[in-house]
């Protein structure tokens, strides 16, 4: 048997030595990240690190500069998000694209609705639609009393585990979750990372992406720290500690230097 044959599988997305410049800033440089179906790689990194530009580049928002991008190991270019979602990418932002008054079932089903009837003028399969955003949140264990209840009722972690629920329900192989826990607590942030577990167990490819080393650690299989745009470790779950990754994140060595500068 060859070395060729032992390789790992191929990644659902891979970046090499990406790059992004908006005219004399450069936002990445030399970033590499692979996305492995039923792991979850977890993204992490201060305001300014790179980690939104990334995931821009990643779900089609913006094209990269330098570096390759490939999906299933075929090299590629996105000009839009619809091109990277037909390609199973799906990206949850952090402001969750949802509309607060209308029904969770509604906004389940927003811009993908099911229609039935014949000739041009079609009625929604609203009842279809309950049914079916019903039974897909059961399946990521997500009971809600009342699927007709405006979405904007919900907390914000049952927000996040709708988004996640449809964008599994509508075929994503990718999942990139934006900041998922930036804005809740202890609570919340539990049950999205328990969902975002449910995701990767299903065989999805998921990149979380985060500030927060204990969350990160909690769940994730790999670990990419970025800073100023480079990458600043880049490690499997085996070989980083919790203490590494919160070291790395609070400022590494410079926090040793402060503490050294500020002691009396």
């Known amino acids: 048997m060859t070395a060729d044959d032992t390789s790992a599988p191929t990644a659902l997305v891979e970046v090499q030595d990406i790059g992004k410049h908006y005219g004399a800033i450069r936002a990445l440089e030399g970033v590499s990240l692979r996305v492995n179906a039923g792991e979850i790689t977890c993204v992490l990194g201060d305001n300014g690190a790179g980690k939104s530009t990334l995931i821009k580049i990643m779900s089609g928002l913006h094209q990269h500069s330098e570096g390759v991008l490939r999906v299933d190991g075929e090299e590629t270019t ?26 969770v079932w509604r906004n389940f089903f927003l811009g993908s609705e099911i229609r039935k009837g014949f000739g041009p ?58 900041e998922p826990t930036a804005a809740l607590g202890v609570k919340q942030s539990g049950v999205v990372l328990k ?8 065989g999805l490819g998921v ?58």
């Open 78 to 103: 996105f000009s839009s998000p619809r091109e990277a979602l037909d390609r199973g990418i799906a990206t949850v932002y952090q402001d969750l694209a949802v509309v607060p008054l209308m029904e």
């Open 121 to 178: 003028v079609k009625m929604l399969d609203s009842d279809r639609m309950r049914r079916t955003a019903r039974e897909e949140l059961a399946k990521m264990g997500i009971e809600l009393a009342d699927i007709d209840q405006p979405v904007g009722q919900l907390s914000g972690g049952q927000r996040q585990c709708v988004a996640i629920a449809r964008a599994v329900y509508f075929g994503a192989r990718v999942l990139i979750l934006d």
């Open 195 to 202: 969902y975002t577990a449910m995701a990767r167990d299903a």
């Open 207 to 264: 990149v979380f992406i985060t500030h927060n080393p204990h969350h990160a650690h909690l769940i994730g299989d790999h670990f990419v720290v970025l800073k100023l745009g480079r990458t600043n470790l880049d490690a499997g779950r085996a070989d980083v500690t919790l203490d590494q990754l919160t070291q790395e994140m609070a400022g590494g060595d410079e926090l040793g230097t402060l503490e050294h500068e500020l002691r009396r």
